[in-house]
C-alpha cells in the first residue's frame, strides 16, 4: 500500500512538472514583453526603499529608562497607588470615629462664677432688716465634675458648691456656704448591658475591622490590575519587537527582489508586492508603539503617586521573562481556600456581628427603665457676725396713765406663793422703761470666721444629707423598640442569604479561574508548536523561492504566519501568568503569594 502512494504521488509530481514547463514555454514571450514594458515604466518612477521606524519619544526624556521586576512595580504601587492611601486614610478617619464614640465616657469638669447684687422693699417686721428694704449681695463659684461608666452604664455626678452672700438680714453680716454634693445613677434593667453609646462603640470597632477589610480587598485588587498591567506591557514590548522583526524581513525580500529584477530572473512586479508588504508592517510597527505607551501609561498610572511624579517621563521595561511557572490547584481545594480566605465573606461576617449588637440594643430597649439613684451632701458655713441692737424693757404690756396718755406705766402682779393658798396681790403701778444695748449677733464660735473656717466645717462631715430610691419607667406598648428590634432581626436573616450568593459567586469565579489557568497551559504548548512549524513553513518557502519554484506572495504570506505565530505564542504565555494573576486574586492569596506583609496603620493619638 505504500508503494503504490509513493508511486502516485511521484506521477503527480512529474505530470505537474511537465505542466508548468509547457506554461514556462508558453509565457516567455509574453513576460519579456511585459518585463521590457515594467522596466520601461520603472525607469520613470522612482524604486521603493526602506525607511527607518523611529523610536517612542512622546513623553519621555533621553536616557530616563528603568527595568521592573514584578515585584519592583507590586512594591512601588503599595507605596504610591493613591487609591490605597486613600483606602489607609479611611481606616484613619474610622479611628477618629472610634475615638469620638469613647470620648462620651471622658471625665467632664464644669465651673460657673457669677456676681448678683438685689435689692427689694419689704414691709415685714420678721426679716430682721432694720430699713424697709432687703439687700442681697452674692457671689457663686460652683464646679462641677461628670462621670459616665462605661461597664455598666451609669453616671458619676460631683458638685462642689460656694456661696459668699452679704446681707442686712442675717446674722452673719458676710455669710460662705460651701457644700459638696454626690450623686450616682445605675441603670438595673434597661441600659444596663447595652446602651446607645456602648452601641456605637461596638459598632465603630467593627466598622474600623471592616475597613481594614475593605482595604486588604482593595490591595489586592489593585495588586492583581498591577500585574495584569505589567504582563500587557511586556506583551506590547515583545509585540513591537515582533513587528520591527517582520519589518525587517520584509526588507531582506524587497532587497532581494530588487537584486533579481536587476538581474532579470524576477518581474518588478515581485517589487512591489514586498514594498507593499513592507509598508503593511511599518503600520503594524505603529500600531504596536503606540499599544505600548498605552500600556506603560496603564502600569504608570497604578504606580504613580500623582500629576508630578517624576515615572511619568520615564520609560519602563519589564524585566519579568516570560517563563512559565507551573501552578496546580486541584478544584475543591481552590474552593475552600477561597472561601476561608476572600475579604467579602470576612465583610459580611463582620456586618453580621455588627447586627448582632444592633439586636442586643433593640432588644434591651424594649425592657422597662428601673434606675438607681443615690446622693450624699455635706454642708459647711461660716461669716462674721453682724452688729445688732437688742431693746429690752421691763414689762411685756405698758398701759397709758389716765393723766398723760403719752405716759406709759406697767402693772407687775406678784403672787404670793407661800402658804397653802396663794394670793394674788396688785402692786401700784411703776414707770415703763425701755433700755437699748448694741453688740455681735448671738452666733456659735463654730460659724464665726472666713472661708476657711466654712470649708473646715464642710470636711468635718458633722451636716450631712443622703438618700437613695429607685427610679421606674414603663412604657405601655414601647412599638418603636420592637419594630426596631424586628428590624434588626430581618436585617440577620438577610446577611445570612447575602453570604450564601456570595459563596456562590466565589464558586463561579474560583471554577472560571481554575479553567482558565489549565487552558492558558495548553495554548502554551500548542502555540509553542504553531511557532516552530510557521518558522519551517517559512524555511521551506523561502527555499523554494530560491530555487525559482515560489512566488515572492507566498514568502510575505509565510513571513506574516511567522509573525502572528509568535505574537500568539507570546499571548498565550502573558495569558497564562495574567491568569495566574486572576486566580491569586480569587483565591485571595495576591499577597502570600507574593510574599507581601501589610503592617498594621499607627493608631492614631488625639493629645
Not at 272 to 294: G, K, M
Not at 583 to 598: C, G, M, P, Y
Amino acid at each position: 500500500m505504500m508503494t503504490i502512494r509513493l508511486w502516485a504521488a511521484a506521477r503527480n509530481f512529474v505530470s505537474l512538472s511537465l505542466v508548468m514547463f509547457c506554461a514556462l514555454l508558453i509565457a516567455l514571450p509574453v513576460a519579456a514583453q511585459t518585463t521590457t514594458t515594467q522596466q520601461n515604466s520603472q525607469s520613470q518612477d522612482p524604486q521603493p526603499v526602506a525607511r527607518p521606524i523611529p523610536q517612542r519619544t512622546i513623553g519621555l526624556e533621553p536616557g530616563k529608562v528603568v527595568r521592573w521586576t514584578l515585584r519592583d512595580a507590586i512594591m512601588t504601587a503599595l507605596e504610591k497607588n493613591v487609591d490605597i492611601e486613600l483606602e489607609r486614610e479611611n481606616a484613619r478617619l474610622m479611628q477618629y470615629d472610634l475615638i469620638a464614640a469613647q470620648g462620651f465616657y471622658d471625665p467632664a469638669v464644669s465651673s460657673t462664677i457669677s456676681y448678683n447684687k438685689s435689692s427689694f422693699p419689704t414691709s415685714s417686721r420678721f426679716t430682721g432688716a432694720d430699713s424697709n428694704a432687703i439687700t442681697r449681695d452674692t457671689i457663686t463659684y460652683n464646679g462641677s465634675l461628670v462621670k459616665n461608666i462605661e461597664r455598666y452604664g451609669g453616671r458619676f455626678d460631683a458638685n462642689f458648691n460656694n456661696q459668699r452672700l452679704g446681707s442686712n438680714t442675717n446674722n452673719l453680716v458676710v455669710q460662705y456656704s460651701p457644700s459638696l454634693n454626690f450623686q450616682f445613677t445605675q441603670p438595673l434593667f434597661r441600659d444596663f448591658r447595652i446602651d446607645a453609646n456602648r452601641r456605637l462603640i461596638k459598632v465603630t470597632k467593627k466598622r474600623l475591622d471592616l475597613t481594614d477589610a475593605q482595604f486588604r480587598q482593595r490591595v489586592i485588587e489593585i495588586i492583581s490590575t498591577v500585574q495584569q498591567a505589567y504582563w500587557d506591557l511586556a506583551l506590547a514590548i515583545r509585540s513591537e519587537e515582533i513587528a520591527r522583526d517582520s519589518v525587517q524581513l520584509a526588507e531582506t525580500q524587497l532587497n532581494n527582489n530588487k537584486r533579481q529584477v536587476e538581474v532579470g530572473t524576477l518581474a518588478p512586479i515581485d517589487v512591489v508586492s514586498a514594498a507593499t508588504s513592507l509598508e503593511s508592517r511599518r503600520q503594524q510597527v505603529f500600531v504596536a508603539i503606540n499599544s505600548v505607551a498605552q500600556a506603560e501609561n496603564a502600569i504608570k498610572n497604578l504606580t504613580v503617586s500623582g500629576p508630578n511624579d517624576d515615572l511619568w517621563n520615564t520609560q519602563i521595561i519589564p524585566a519579568e521573562s516570560f517563563d512559565i511557572k507551573p501552578v496546580t490547584f486541584p478544584l475543591a481545594d481552590a474552593i475552600k481556600l477561597a472561601q476561608d480566605n476572600r475579604p467579602e465573606i470576612k465583610q459580611l461576617g463582620l456586618q453580621k456581628e455588627m447586627n448582632k449588637i444592633d439586636v442586643d440594643f433593640f432588644r434591651n430597649q424594649a425592657k422597662p427603665q428601673i434606675d438607681f439613684v443615690a446622693g450624699y451632701t455635706t454642708s459647711g458655713l461660716a461669716g462674721a457676725p453682724a452688729t445688732v441692737t437688742v431693746t429690752s424693757t421691763n414689762c411685756a404690756s405698758p398701759v397709758p396713765s389716765q393723766t398723760n396718755p403719752a405716759q406709759l406705766f406697767c402693772l407687775p402682779t406678784v403672787v404670793n406663793t407661800s402658804g397653802a393658798n396663794p394670793v394674788r396681790v396688785d402692786l401700784p403701778p411703776a414707770p415703763f422703761v425701755r433700755t437699748t444695748s448694741t453688740g455681735p449677733a448671738p452666733i456659735t464660735d463654730q460659724f464665726i470666721g472666713g472661708y476657711g473656717t466654712a470649708v473646715w466645717n464642710l470636711f468635718k462631715n458633722e451636716f450631712r444629707t443622703f438618700s437613695f430610691g429607685v427610679q421606674i419607667n414603663f412604657p405601655l406598648r414601647n412599638r418603636t423598640a420592637k419594630a426596631n428590634l424586628g428590624k434588626a432581626q430581618e436585617q440577620d436573616r438577610q446577611l445570612d442569604m447575602q453570604t450564601r450568593r456570595q459563596l456562590q459567586n466565589i464558586e463561579v469565579e474560583v471554577r472560571n479561574a481554575v479553567q482558565s489557568v489549565e487552558t492558558a497551559k495548553m495554548r502554551i504548548d500548542a502555540s509553542k508548536l504553531a511557532r516552530e512549524y510557521a518558522e519551517k513553513q517559512l524555511e521551506g518557502e523561502e527555499k523554494k523561492f530560491q530555487a525559482g519554484l515560489s512566488a515572492t506572495f507566498f514568502v510575505l504570506q509565510r513571513q506574516n504566519d511567522l509573525a502572528v505565530a509568535r505574537f500568539d505564542e507570546l499571548r498565550a504565555q502573558a495569558d497564562y501568568n495574567k491568569s495566574v494573576a486572576t486566580l491569586q486574586r480569587v483565591l485571595s492569596t495576591t499577597l502570600s503569594s507574593n510574599s507581601i506583609e501589610i503592617p498594621a496603620d499607627t493608631p492614631v493619638t488625639i493629645k
